[in-house]
């Protein structure tokens, strides 16, 4: 379906015409099939099994951490399949595309699919994914109820679905950007995007966002201020940190994203010339400020899991972690520094040799604290009692992939090297190695880690090895022929190419992208089997791993306060001190925990922000109206509603905490 050429608008519709629905795209009117059926089947049983009222109740208005968290993991779970899909059809159409043959995609629709790719797996599978791990995790290590605003933390989710379902829409009606992932203009202005794409693409960025931010603010005051007695900073476990470090960079970087996607929405609404080409816009402004965001964001994503590997690591080898200072220091220095490089993702820009070796020496300089970080894993393991359960193997694995992504990342650093190799397929390689070797492989290690303190029960190993050695030579499968073609000065983004010599490597490259398909069918049906197979893999200690710090002081799941009585901390491994201490826990003094309620709120906001995310794309400007008035009063109206929280009766306490104290003395 192409771009239609004029399209009427009225009041009551705007551009929202027929044309909208692109019923010539037979594998667009294909896929809409399978999900209209796929939605009606769940829907289905949904109402069959009359689960709507609970999943209403418990879930959706929940403002308990933990259920927010999980929420988070399976929306990430759920956009991870759509943005792999969009890889495996990459991956075919460029497998096929030689000697004269187009191939099965158009360029209208190929184009689509390469941004959307990128799009849905930062902010929609990675973000979300790494969010929820945070969310879950770090008021338990801290000895916290719950974050400091839980009510704020169920609307930044509802705002992060919104922003998918946005994203997703745009799949059925009308199209979505054709510009790559970062939209760069002039290509994402309404001169040459003049239809609805890169407005589905600003408008699902920023209802996400501001979701996003939002929760930044949340874990930063939560990690400041609601630690348990006795936690100072350099007392606090790594994986706290490196989430503090992770949130403060989301505070500092997403209000750019923001306002320069709102530069580019008056550029295309209302005819500034922030980034044209002509009346004094210079379109470079925008690639620098969207990687004044950009660069600082591949560390929000990989910071958090930098805390993962830091658990494992000292859990898995029974040790201490070493060089814990260090550490700590060294995510700083990360933190700081990766405010410091965005420029090395367009040296070509032409800013001459001295901006370029600056950008170039401290993208470099990232790498030294980096190595420490691996430095200090492996002294870690060195002479520890390592035992290769699931999470180790995916840390192992980081280790090993990851390090040669940072190397490749050394090697676009020096400038006169990134100028022949930048926008090739080499520098594809390179972000792939390091966010799958990197963010995926460590949330896989993070959730084989922690899915047993959430649901009481561990992952299936088997299925669990399957998909680990599906996804760990599957990946070097489809990346290093990449590696390769970028070498040999092959460009991103193409859809056909007139090289046959080149194809072999993309066959290959396919069939990495097939076993890695297999890998995370072998992960689902993990999940599933885990779930069937519960009584048997169950763990009701609460400490199935012989843990370090705070959360595996609790039941598994916890209980929704967390904590009966706030624990006191003496060590960074606060749970370990405790056992080594010959922790006894309080047999009395219970008292009736004061706890918020669960609201509807959030979700209706995020609805309302939906709609007019919507509306604005397709020009219904009163339904923008009366979506952005109803979100006012709403806000407001909820700011009325006083009874917000409520009491754990102390006899719910008692019963819950003696049942696990005997639970405890039973298993010792
Ligand atoms: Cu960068």
Known sequence: MAVPQSVETTFLFGRLTWQAFPLDEPIVVATFAVVALGGVALVGALTWFRLWGYLWREWFTSVDHKKIGIMYMVLGIIMLLRGFADAVMMRLQQAMAFNGSEGYLNAHHYDQIFTAHGVIM??????????????????????????????????????????????????????????????????????YSPWV???????????????????????????VKMRAPGMSLMKMPVFTWTSLCTNVLIVASFPVLTAVLALLSLDRYVGTNFFTNDFGGNPM?????????????????????????????????????????????????????SYLVWLHHFFTMGSGAS???????????ISIPTGAKIFNWLFTMYRGRIRFDLPMM?????????????????????????????????????????????????????????????????????WGKVSFWCWVVGFWLAFMPLYILGLMGVTRRMRVFDDPSLQIWFIIAGLGAALIAVGIAAMLLQFFVSIMRREKLADDTGDPWDGRTLEWSTSSPPPAYNFAFTPVVHDNDAWWDMKKRGYSRPLSGYRPIHMPKN?????????????????????????AAVGFVALLVTAIGHTFNYHRDFHIPVEEVTRTEEARTELLAARS
């Open 285 to 337: 402004m925008y690639v620098n400020l969207i990687w004044i965001w950009g660069h600082p964001e591949v560390y929000i994503l990989i910071l958090p899991l930098f805390g993962v590997f830091s658990e494992v690591t000292s859990t898995f080898s029974g040790k201490r972690l070493f060089g814990y200072t260090s550490m700590v220091y060294a995510t700083v220095v990360i933190t700081v520094l």
């Open 599 to 623: 609201t509807g709120t959030g979700v209706i906001l995020a609805g309302l922000s939906t709609v007019v995310g919507f509306a604005l794309i397709w020009y219904i400007w009163w339904l």
């Open 394 to 462: 995916w840390t192992v694995a980081f280790m090993l992939t990851f390090t040669v992504g940072g190397m490749t990342g050394v090697l676009l650093a020096v400038p006169p090297a990134d100028f022949v190799l930048h926008n090739s397929l080499f520098l594809i390689a390179h972000f792939h190695n390091v966010i799958i070797g990197g963010v995926l492989f460590g949330l896989f290690a993070g959730i084989a880690y922690w899915w047993p303190k959430a649901f009481g029960f561990k992952l299936d190993p088997f």
């Open 122 to 191: 930062i902010f929609f599978v990675a973000m979300p994914l790494v969010t929820g791990l945070m969310n879950y995790v770090v008021p338990l290590q801290i000895g916290a109820r719950d974050v400091s605003f839980p009510f704020l933390n169920n609307f930044s989710f509802w705002m992060t679905v919104g922003g998918a379902v946005l994203v997703m829409a745009s799949l059925f009606v009308g199209e979505f950007a054709q510009t790559g992932w970062l939209a760069y203009p002039p290509l994402s202005n309404i001169g």
């Open 197 to 223: 794409g890169v407005d589905y693409y600003i408008w699902g960025l920023q209802v996400a966002g501001v979701g996003t931010t939002l929760s930044g603010i949340n874990l930063v005051c939560t990690i």
């Open 355 to 365: 901006v370029n070796s600056f950008f170039g020496i401290t993208t470099m300089i």
